[in-house]
């Protein structure tokens, strides 16, 4: 059993938890937390032994009536490894914590990607992460389009990507966040930091990104252009290629699912933890070949496509399971592709 602690329980900790409980070969030894909020008491409700991350902060967990298990230094010391989930550029300042316990640990996408030795996607570079102690899980869009470059990039080729990222607002629980009335270029310079992301998991890939913010909390959405260098004769062979892919739902015209609205609605009704979507969420109708040029339009779940990764980078990183024995394991203990 791999004893995995959870650094910072927030969007991404809390699904990540919840995920590592379901696997067979891994427990959650606890979790770290700064705020005596309600997250907090979520934690302790579910079982999981909960550490402070704040030695200032203590008695405020008491006086909620969580009984803590100790402070976020003895998480360390215990766990066989460590998944930081804090906000973005606390994870870079943990790392001396985790280096100090000889813990091996993974940081989220919101860190750079110099804080750990391999930024990972689990379909396009499981095995880069086996000889690592720091590995780098690559954020929500960044998982979303290493999901769906890796099979074009293998069959074909990928002479260039283009990808327009119309991103979330902000989380459902970040009230301050916003557009609230407006469509923001965000960032305005061209190309988007996103695309250079991309290329820390494949080094020499050619792709550019533009990035926008619109009012919406449910999820991204990427309209991507492939400049393929070998297209085959018929966008078949490309969806067909696709469908046989884990984590790549297709969604068909029948299904009726026209916006982020009715596939979060299509979620919370299949029962999904939380309203959950880990899997990209490609509108069939939109694959199309133009000569060399494939387009499509996909969905990502910003909130949850990261967390099937995590699982998979913790067995990646411990040396536990080949990645694609590691991702069906995953796929079927949480309920991805069904
Ligand atoms: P969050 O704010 O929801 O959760 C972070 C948690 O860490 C909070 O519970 C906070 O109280 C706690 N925390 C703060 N400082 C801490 C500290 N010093 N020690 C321990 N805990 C501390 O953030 P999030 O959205 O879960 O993001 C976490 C990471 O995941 C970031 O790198 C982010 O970029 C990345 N990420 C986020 C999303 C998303 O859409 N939310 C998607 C993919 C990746």
Redesign the pocket.
Known sequence: MIRVGI???????KRVADAVRAQPDMTVHGV????PDY?AVGAAEAEYPVYA?DEDRTDGFREIGIDLAGM?DDLVAESDVIVD????G??AQNRPLYERHETPALF????DATVAEVSFNARANYDEAEDADYVRVV??NTTGLSRFLAPLYENYGIEKARVTLVRRGG?PNQTGRGPINDAVPDPVSIPSHHGPDVQTVFPELDIDTIGLKVPTTMMHLHTVNVTLENAPEDIAAVREQLQDEDRLLTIPEYAGIDGAGTLKDFALDAGRPRGDIWENCIWEESLTLEGNDLYCMQAIH??SD?VPENVDAIRALTGHLPGPESRALTNETLGIDS
């Open positions: 650094n910072g329980y927030g969007t991404i900790g770290a937390k700064r705020s997250v991350a976020v989930a804090t906000p973005s606390i994870g989220q996408g919101g860190e954020s929500c989380d910003q909130e990261v």
